[in-house]
């Protein structure tokens, strides 16, 4: 396989027709046919990946390039959600409008071809799958928390951990599906997971999702100062499922589809193995 056909995979596997802002080919190769796969991979990861003899490497979170400065684009994708959601579009793109221009500012000023260079120095190919495979995270989590539920109207929050903790994933990692907003005798109500679009979307998100009917929400990772808003908010439960493992439910799918046509493939980086 080259470059492109792998990402074409990733694209196809996240039901996507074009490359997301957030994603790209940053080093071009062919014949690939082994793979150093991290959720972060950068100039270190880089070396390590060529002792290892690979032919790619491919970083989760966006390590280069205009993958990074653009980042903040596909956080627009959120407004989607919302609106499955139940939040009227224009009450969605309010909510998230202020986090938007947040990310552009912190990531305008960011050192983006740091591991870019690195591998274009070493010729090693280089490339990074940020939304398609948080997509197939996200929806991975969320049919499988539906299956879990659907016969318990009354389900708590420690029902959705339990159910969280059945997926290989966070079974196995270190860090595991924590309570941060609520507790785990309080009702779920409707559960919903986001985990695509960037990066979290904010209070204001969080807030026009329990508004909108949602009693919990599923979530990668929240910052503390969004937790701190959301309890003050005092009308919706947040699961932290946890940052690595999440990421990994994605890259784990994209890697079982790499290995189907051949390759072999390293996990690393954070990369939570499921089995």
Do not use: C, W
Request: charged share 25%.
């Amino acid at each position: 396989m080259n470059t492109q056909e792998i990402m074409n995979l990733a694209l196809e596997m996240a039901g996507l027709d074009e490359v997301p802002e957030d994603s790209g080919i940053l080093v071009e190769g062919d014949n690939i046919k082994k793979v150093a796969f991290g959720v972060d991979m950068e100039a270190a990861e880089i070396l390590i990946a060529r002792e290892l003899g690979v032919d790619l490497v491919i970083t989760h979170h966006p390590a280069g390039g205009k993958p990074i400065i653009n980042l903040y684009r596909v956080m627009k994708s959120q407004i989607d959600r919302m609106v499955e959601a139940g939040v009227p579009i224009n009450k969605a793109q309010k909510a998230l409008k202020e986090q938007v221009d947040k990310i552009e500012r912190r990531l305008h000023v960011s050192n983006y071809d740091r591991a870019v260079s690195a591998a274009r120095l070493l010729k090693m190919p280089f490339m990074n799958i940020h939304t398609p495979a948080d997509i197939i995270s996200e929806r991975t989590v969320q049919k499988h928390l539906d299956d879990a539920l659907k016969d318990n109207p009354k389900a708590k929050i420690k029902d959705v951990l339990d159910a969280l903790n059945q997926m290989g994933e966070y079974r196995n990692t270190d860090a595991k599906p924590a309570v941060r907003v609520g507790s785990e005798d309080d009702y779920a109500g409707r559960v919903f997971v986001t985990m695509a679009g960037g990066t979290g979307g904010g209070e204001n998100v969080a807030k026009a999702y329990f508004e909108a009917g949602v009693g919990t929400l599923v979530v990668m990772h929240m910052p503390e100062e969004v937790i701190k808003a959301v309890k003050e908010q005092n009308i919706g439960n947040v699961i932290v499922a946890g940052h690595m493992a999440s990421d990994s439910v994605g890259i784990n799918r994209l890697i079982g589809a790499l290995e189907k046509r051949g390759l072999t493939v390293y996990r690393m980086s954070g990369v939570v193995d499921p089995k």
